[in-house]
């Protein structure tokens, strides 16, 4: 494809064509990302991307939290390889429960659980956590970096 085509004919011409002429220009940049099931996807950007907005771009509404916080935010400063993100867990159904201290006593003697939604890609990771759906607005300091 040459650039008079893709101009001249804006509607006609396959987004893949776009993709692959604005690779072969170097105006654009793909990275590859490992997914935690093994699958890889694909981020496009003009220039390269902060290991911060990777990582943000992996869920939409991710937000940079805890270490990764802390040294953005300046409290550390020490940063860390593995990036921080969070964003809300899907909705799910209310269901009817009550609590007893023999349940609060038995989770609290289970191993902690820690998240297995590894992102790695050429030049950072990101560990994914969830965090309960209608939560996020709650949490106090939480700022939108990314959008």
Same mark, same amino acid.
């Given at each position: 494809?040459?650039?008079?085509? +893709?101009?001249? !004919?804006?509607? =006609?011409?396959?987004?893949?064509?776009? =993709?692959? !002429?604005?690779?072969?220009?170097?105006?654009?940049?793909?990275?590859?990302?490992?997914?935690?099931?093994?699958?890889?996807?694909?981020?496009?950007?003009?220039?390269?991307?902060?290991? !911060?907005?990777?990582?943000?771009? %992996?869920?939409?509404? +991710?937000?940079?939290?805890?270490?990764?916080?802390?040294? %953005?935010?300046?409290?550390?400063?020490?940063?860390?390889?593995?990036? !921080?993100? =969070?964003?809300? +867990?899907?909705?799910?159904?209310?269901?009817?429960? =009550?609590?007893?201290?023999?349940?609060?006593?038995?989770?609290?003697?289970?191993?902690?659980?820690?998240?297995?939604?590894?992102?790695?890609?050429?030049?950072?990771?990101?560990?994914?956590?969830?965090?309960?759906?209608?939560?996020?607005?709650?949490?106090?300091?939480?700022?939108?970096?990314?959008?």
């Amino acid at each position: 494809m040459d650039f008079a085509r +893709a101009i001249n !004919y804006l509607f =006609t011409v396959n987004p893949e064509e776009y =993709t692959v !002429y604005l690779l072969e220009k170097q105006w654009l940049r793909r990275v590859t990302v490992l997914k935690p099931d093994g699958n890889t996807t694909e981020r496009y950007s003009c220039g390269d991307l902060s290991p !911060y907005e990777m990582a943000a771009s %992996l869920k939409g509404g +991710a937000f940079v939290s805890h270490l990764s916080a802390a040294f %953005l935010h300046g409290p550390v400063d020490t940063d860390n390889e593995l990036l !921080y993100i =969070t964003a809300e +867990a899907a909705q799910r159904p209310k269901e009817a429960f =009550t609590i007893s201290q023999a349940a609060i006593d038995t989770a609290f003697r289970k191993e902690q659980r820690t998240s297995k939604a590894l992102y790695e890609w050429e030049g950072g990771k990101a560990l994914l956590q969830s965090i309960a759906a209608g939560v996020f607005m709650m949490l106090p300091g939480v700022v939108c970096l990314f959008r």
